[in-house]
């Protein structure tokens, strides 16, 4: 079955440092890729997306690449903030199912001043 | 911005009550979710429902549970009789379409079963 991969938090960076989360999925299909934010006391929410092979998506300076030849879609940002700090949860949702989001067990970021 | 409302924002039951948990989904979506994330475990599916009927279920929605769209706005996810173990986060999720398509999530219910 589908399924995805994080890296386990909790992660701590100081501010302006640079971010990876890693990520890595098995899917049946051609999945579409997701990375789901979810801040302190709110819900899930899209950071950004990626729907084929090489697609890049994009959003709040986060950025992550659809690579199929690694099964990849590694989270990064060049220079993190305080308010970054959340949970992140890696997310596809796969040919063999349209409706259902698989996701990963998620990340704990904390961005110190 | 349109957002997925969830009630209540905590509840505490006792083993072998019956819960209703209660989402008000985004008003031009389509299709609906439920999701649950135990304590520090993944976030897993577990219903989607579209056009007043359940599209596809996990295993973990099993005949304890049931859902609803009582009035055209609501959506609902009914545990009958509850268990230690259905103690987690539950979500709620609404989008317009399908493969590719933004889910809009709720902030959840945390529901304790003592």
């Known amino acids: 079955g589908d399924s995805v991969t994080q890296m386990e938090g909790p992660v701590t960076l100081s501010e302006e440092a640079f971010l990876t989360i890693n990520c890595t999925y098995t899917?049946?299909?051609?999945?579409?890729l997701f990375w789901y934010v979810q801040y302190p006391g709110e819900g899930l929410q899209l950071l950004l997306k990626?729907?084929?092979?090489?697609d890049k998506g994009s959003n709040k300076g986060f950025e992550a690449t659809y690579r199929k030849e690694t099964t990849s879609f590694h989270l990064e940002k060049g220079s993190v903030q305080v308010s970054d700090s959340a949970v992140y949860f890696c997310?596809?949702?796969?040919?063999?199912?349209?409706?259902?989001?698989?996701f990963g067990k998620g990340t704990l970021l904390t961005v110190n001043p | 911005e349109p957002e997925v409302t969830q009630t209540p924002s905590h509840q505490v039951t006792q083993m072998g009550q019956e819960v209703i948990l209660r989402c008000v989904p985004i008003?031009?979506?389509?299709?609906f979710y439920w999701y649950r994330q135990i304590l520090g475990q993944k976030v897993e599916f577990l219903v989607s429902?579209?056009?007043?009927?359940?599209?596809?279920k996990s295993e973990i929605f099993d005949d304890q549970f049931s859902v609803e769209r009582p009035d055209g706005s609501n959506f609902t996810l009914k545990i009958r009789s509850t268990k230690l173990e259905d103690s987690a986060m539950y979500f709620c999720?609404?989008?317009?379409?399908?493969?590719?398509?933004?889910?809009?999530f709720g902030q959840g219910t945390r529901l304790t079963v003592v």
């Open positions: 999720a609404s989008s317009e379409a399908l493969r590719g398509s933004e889910a809009f």
């Open positions: 899917a049946t299909g051609y999945p579409s």
């Open positions: 990626a729907t084929k092979a090489d």
């Open positions: 997310a596809l949702t796969s040919g063999g199912s349209n409706y259902k989001l698989t």
């Open positions: 008003s031009n979506h389509l299709y």
């Open positions: 429902f579209y056009n007043n009927e359940i599209s596809e």
